[in-house]
């Protein structure tokens, strides 16, 4: 697992730069959650308003949801890092 020296601050919100999820298969993902109109998939810019996107809002470091595949199949997946947000923390940009 990775460490954050601001653990503080590690929860799943709007406009992080990343989030580092972790499938069942072991692979990492990293994704950043955005506004609707600047979300890619190819560049792994989640809307909030999407499904997945709305399912992680919230999230703390080290927890995890069972989320269906195409198939309807569930993968699990868990929130292993989350990055710092000077704004957050109050911080100057």
């Given amino acids: 697992m ?3 020296s601001h653990a503080a601050y590690r929860l799943v919100v709007l406009g992080l730069k ?3 999820v972790v499938r069942q ?3 990492e993902l990293e994704i950043t ?3 609707p109109g ?3 998939v190819d ?3 989640i809307s909030v308003f999407s499904h997945i996107g709305t399912a992680l809002l919230g999230l703390s470091v080290g927890d995890s949801i069972d989320w269906p595949q195409p198939n ?3 993968r699990r997946l868990q929130v292993v890092d989350i990055a710092y947000q000077p704004e957050a923390a ?3 940009v």
């Fill in 90 to 92: 109050g911080d100057p």
């Fill in 72 to 74: 309807g199949r569930p």
């Fill in 18 to 20: 990343r989030v580092i």
């Fill in 25 to 27: 298969d072991s692979k």
């Fill in 38 to 40: 600047a979300d890619e």
């Fill in 2 to 4: 990775r460490a954050s």
């Fill in 43 to 45: 560049s792994a810019r």
């Fill in 33 to 35: 959650l955005v506004f």
